[in-house]
């Protein structure tokens, strides 16, 4: 099995318990009634500010390991006797 068909197992189960999350929550809002439509909203506001402040701190370390990057690099000179 190679990196790449593990990435992608991987993913394909990420992304799957993503729809399953997000199918349960619309299935909770409409089966319930006004109690599974504020339960609903919740998730949808928890979500999109924990993926708002994840995406904040994501571009912070992409940020830090660009400066770490920059290196320069001297010659020596060597000097003949």
């Keep these: 099995m190679t990196t790449s068909t ?3 197992t991987i993913g ?9 999350t997000a199918h ?3 299935r909770v809002a409409q089966g319930t009634g006004r109690f599974g439509q504020d339960v609903f909203a919740g998730a949808t506001e928890g979500y999109a500010s924990k993926a708002a402040e994840l995406a904040a701190v994501r571009m912070q370390i992409a ?3 660009q400066a770490r990057v920059a ?3 001297a010659k020596k000179r ?3 006797a």
Excluded: D, F, L, M
Aim: without cysteine; hydrophobic residues 55%; proline residues 0%.
């Design 63 to 65: 940020a830090q390991r």
């Design 78 to 80: 060597h000097v003949a």
């Design 12 to 20: 394909a189960a990420i992304g799957k318990s993503a729809a399953y």
């Design 6 to 8: 593990i990435g992608k």
């Design 24 to 26: 349960g929550a619309i």
């Design 71 to 73: 290196i320069t690099v």
